[in-house]
């Protein structure tokens, strides 16, 4: 098979392959796009980003064929770039119109990335790798007002990432990765070198010891290596908070679905599979013992509320069978409803439990023909019930109210929904199971039924191969990364060489000189990896929202690996650049 020649974009062959296989990339899913195989959004609006986000993925994708000298590491990194689809889907389980747009396979954010990828890589030309590292530089210098930019990104992003709620992931997670990605370069080629300059005025620092050699050399391998520097600690974050994310939700599935389905059996009533006598006389058989129940009769209704323009549909709760829920599924006090008053609730994993005090709006609530106002006068969040459309919103009224439109309500727009916890959720498993599978069965909604172990079931059916390829994938790129700066240092071979000469000159003996060049390794593979780690960090808050607080165990377990990986390779490249460059300089004995 020929190989690749080498990647230019100054019209040269590579850059025309890398073109061609844009174009055969593009032709060839225009089919699938028609057919259906994206069917979120409207298709040529997809088909539209896809082209254009084959334009910097074919240049990455052309960069690795040629630095492999293989097919597989493309094959690998296109089944990566797939799989990220499944990942996002499951990131915004809570979908709105035009998600797709944004996260999806072909989105704008993964428009970004790979767009900053392919910059990357076209500046990173054969004449830069192999620069000549005699040539006198120039003192690196920052800008105080960059170095305050790149605070600002940072923690702006930061901030955003830690205090984002599910409801507005989607729509704060590009401002977030381009501040990131902002502040993260600029720390690296402004803040890294304002550090230095702040230690190097204080002289009983910079004068200590090794300081001196190390950091007067630092500044300039912090700048020139700014860039790679970058693209691995950016690298590092995106494997560890995937693997994280994937390990956590696998891990700690269990715990999950406690969380998310706080009921361990719920079902809508009428089903015309089964009554509610044959469940109960289900869970007799499979001898499942019932710690606490609750039954919601619920009325369907017109509401006009504030957020949707005109009559949305929602479901009336009486204000009783309201508390006796909340007494059973959450820590919040019971309701206390006045006359005229209504209580917004919102169930579901997305909103952070609690009571808030509601916008005093007199709102429209009609069943049937009959219709009354009220005020709304609270706004009840948190995991009340198991996710389920019919729970999602509620309106809670008065008893008394409850029971006069029950009266004219007609029977088919009145449905009973029934929540049971057992001693032992995990033997709920084979009567849910049959449930399921009889209402397929007899072609009825088998959404009707749900419980804590088929959540559970299904995290750890969506998160086994998720975390597999995730670690598979981190394991590669921590590997390149570490091939990258290993790369990179040996353009640095010459220079090096002549330094070590004049500390051996200057009298310092090898074993120091050889410690000074191993710090300095030492911090350009360690900074970044850093750097990821923290990014990581607040990324995996960020992506928690199935937890009430991050598992932080998981991810420092995860975090360790990948050090260990590291440092092994930051060992093996120390030993074979220092080597490297004791030879044939003055300090070889």
């Known amino acids: 098979m020929e190989r690749l020649p080498a990647i230019s974009f100054d019209g040269s062959r590579g850059s025309q392959k890398s ?17 259906g195989y994206n069917e979120a959004g409207n298709v040529w609006i997809n088909i539209g980003l896809f082209t254009v986000t084959l334009v910097p993925l074919s240049i990455v994708m052309g960069w690795i064929r040629m630095k ?3 097919l597989w590491p493309v094959v690998i990194f296109h089944g990566m770039v797939n799989h990220q689809r499944v990942f996002w889907e499951q990131v915004f389980y809570v979908k709105t119109d035009g998600w797709g747009y ?8 993964s428009l970004v990335i790979w767009s900053i990828l392919a910059m990357i890589i076209r500046r990173v030309s054969v004449a830069d790798l192999f620069r000549d590292a005699v040539k006198e530089e120039k003192q690196p210098t ?35 990765l381009i501040l990131t990605l902002v502040g993260t370069y600029l720390g690296f080629t402004q803040l890294s070198v304002a550090a230095i300059s702040c230690c190097e005025k204080l002289p009983s620092f910079y004068y200590r010891g090794k300081n001196l050699f190390l950091l007067s050399q630092l500044r300039f391998r912090l700048k020139d290596h700014a860039r790679i520097l970058f693209m691995v600690s950016i690298l590092s974050s995106i494997v560890m908070t995937s693997v994280a994310v994937s390990c956590t939700y696998y891990v700690e599935a269990e715990r999950a679905a406690e969380e998310q389905a706080p009921f361990h059996l719920n079902w809508q009533e009428p089903l015309k599979a089964f009554s509610s006598k044959e469940i109960e006389q289900m869970m007799q058989t499979y001898h499942l013992s019932v710690k606490n129940e609750v039954h919601l009769p619920l009325i369907k209704a017109e509401w006009d509320s504030w957020v949707n323009k005109g009559m949305s549909t929602i479901h009336l709760v009486s204000g009783s069978d309201f508390n006796k829920l909340l007494q059973n599924s959450t820590n919040l006090p019971p309701l206390q409803l006045h006359k005229g008053e209504v209580v917004l609730a919102n169930s579901g994993g997305g909103w952070k439990e609690g009571v808030k005090k509601g916008p005093g709006q007199t709102v429209t609530v009609q069943v049937g023909k009959q219709s009354f106002k009220a005020e709304l006068s ?14 999602r919103h509620l309106l809670v009224v008065e008893d008394s109210i409850f029971k006069e439109l029950a009266a004219v309500s007609p029977k088919s727009e009145q449905v009973t929904v029934h929540g049971y916890r057992f001693t032992d959720w995990k033997q709920s498993g084979p009567m849910l199971n049959e449930l399921k599978e009889q209402l397929k069965q007899r072609d009825e909604n088998d959404k009707l039924v749900n419980g804590t172990f088929l959540v559970c079931q299904f995290l750890k059916s969506l998160f086994a191969p998720l975390m597999f390829v995730s670690m598979f994938v981190g394991i590669l790129f921590f590997l390149s990364s570490g091939s990258i700066l290993y790369f990179k240092l040996f353009t640095d071979l010459p220079h090096d060489r002549r330094q070590m000469t004049v500390l ?9 000189a050889v410690s000074i060049l191993k710090w300095q390794i030492c911090l350009l593979f360690f900074i970044p990896f850093g750097v990821g780690i923290i990014h990581s960090a607040v990324a995996l808050k960020m992506f928690s929202f199935l937890f009430k607080t991050p598992v932080w165990g998981i991810f420092a377990v995860i975090a360790t690996i990948y050090l260990a990986v590291f440092g092994l390779y930051y060992v093996w490249t120390s030993k074979g650049y220092t080597k490297s460059v004791l030879t044939r300089t003055g300090a070889t004995k």
């Not at 944004?102 to 954010?109: K, P, R, S």
């Not at 990432?161 to 977030?176: F, R």
């Not at 609270?378 to 729970?391: A, K």
């Open 68 to 70: 492999s000298q293989s």
């Open 102 to 109: 944004i996260a999806g396979e072909t989105g704008v954010i």
């Open 19 to 35: 073109i061609c296989i844009y174009r055969v990339w593009a032709v060839f899913h225009y089919p699938f796009y028609m057919n």
């Open 504 to 512: 051996s000159e200057l009298g310092i003996q090898e074993k120091e």
């Open 142 to 176: 920052f800008s105080i007002w960059l170095v305050i930019l790149s605070v600002i990104c940072i923690g702006t992003a930061y901030d955003l990432a830690w205090n984002v709620k599910v409801s507005g992931l989607m729509s704060k997670m590009l401002p977030i």
């Open 378 to 391: 609270q706004t009840v969040q948190g995991i009340l019930f198991n996710e389920s459309d019919t729970t």
